[in-house]
Nanobody
Framework: QVQLTESGGGWVQTGGSLRLSCTAS????????MRWFRQVPGKEREFVAA???????AYADSVKGRFTISRNNAKNTLYLQMNDLKPEDTAVYYC????????????WGQGTQVTVSS
């Protein structure tokens, strides 16, 4: 069982920045594939970014060049640095863990709200 806790969400104006954090339980965090997703009420959950082992990354086209996913394995923590935020980035952001690298995220955090005002 992997427990995930997100933090760092909040309100920001267009063009601003936020950094989300996700702390994970487990002694082998460094081997997990980790992902960020986001969801707007009434819409499907949307992939945002992923980080693999050791450190290759992937991004949705909508955030490429503005968001950066990273991890600190010593702290069991995943990050999402979000720059040049736009109103369409407003959503609940979730981190997700794929400990067995199956391509499916088996564990999810509770989510953190990000609101970008125009």
């Amino acid at each position: 069982q992997v427990q995930l806790t997100e933090s760092g969400g909040g309100w920001v104006q267009t063009g601003g920045s936020l950094r989300l954090s996700c702390t994970a339980s487990g002694r082998t965090f460094g081997t997990y594939v980790m992902r960020w997703f986001r969801q707007v009420p009434g819409k499907e959950r949307e992939f945002v970014a992923a980080i693999y082992t050791p450190s290759s990354t992937a991004y949705a086209d909508s955030v490429k060049g503005r968001f950066t996913i990273s991890r600190n394995n010593a702290k069991n923590t995943l990050y999402l640095q979000m720059n040049d935020l736009k109103p369409e980035d407003t959503a609940v952001y979730y981190c997700a863990a794929d400990p067995h690298r199956t391509g499916t995220s088996a564990y999810w955090g509770q989510g953190t709200q990000v609101t970008v005002s125009s």
